[in-house]
């Protein structure tokens, strides 16, 4: 099991390496932008240069050719870079292309344990179903990744699931039992896996009990 950061916030990705619990990054162009980037390719390099591990920059393109043409440059920026590509016919054909010329990929907007079969007999290295949107059209995310678990085990593939679209703890701790093999979700909510109020008054209580001694006592 592994954590991601979806984000391309630089002082996130910092926090989460400075934690010890993060070890890859994905993200796209709509993250870059929230970031004003003066340029996504040297936003994307610089990122890729701090995780030092799996770092997934999309293409934007929906043709095989211009996909594979994007791919190459991004992938040139750094040999972290793992390429997200979209779940469709074009974006399978890139794939295959990808995969032979040794770049890793990573199928994005997978939404059924069927595209995901798909992305892994194309070679990717990894497939992202989306379990927040999937939760939001009233389908089960997590019964999902755990489908897909179940079918990448039976065949053996080696293909990664990274479980994305994570809103909340909960669906963390759901993603893992389900057999994801990464979770990539945003600071915030890898924020508020630190937080329980016994937790909180453990501490108090220890710290209190230490002024008492400290007081009677001396250090």
């Not at 974006?91 to 890793?104: D, F, H, N, Q, R």
């Not at 907007?109 to 927040?132: C, E, N």
């Amino acid at each position: 099991m592994k954590f991601f950061l979806d984000t391309a916030n630089i002082s996130e990705i910092k926090k989460g390496l400075e934690w010890g619990v993060v070890s890859g990054v994905t993200t796209n162009p709509s993250l870059v932008a929230k970031e004003n980037a003066d340029s996504f390719h040297d936003h994307v390099k610089k990122i890729a240069e701090i995780v030092q591990g799996p770092v997934s920059a999309e293409v934007i393109s929906t043709n095989v050719d211009k996909m594979v043409e994007e791919a190459r440059l991004l992938s040139s920026l750094d040999k972290n870079i793992v390429i997200k590509i979209p779940m469709t016919k074009d974006g399978m054909s890139a794939t295959k292309k990808l995969v032979s010329e040794g770049i890793p990929v990573n199928v994005t907007l997978v939404f059924s344990p069927q595209q995901a079969l798909l992305a892994a007999l194309a070679g990717a290295s990894y497939v992202s179903p989306f379990v927040g949107r999937l939760d939001d059209i009233g389908e089960d995310g997590i019964g999902v990744v755990r489908d897909m678990a179940k079918l990448f085990s039976i065949h053996e593939f080696d293909t990664k699931i990274i479980a994305a679209s994570i809103r909340h703890p909960r669906h963390v701790f759901e993603a893992a039992l389900a057999g994801a093999h990464i979770i990539t979700l945003p600071f915030k909510v890898l924020e508020q896996m630190f937080n329980h109020p016994l937790t909180d008054i453990g501490m108090k209580k220890f710290l209190d009990d230490w002024e008492v001694y400290i007081k009677h006592h001396g250090y």
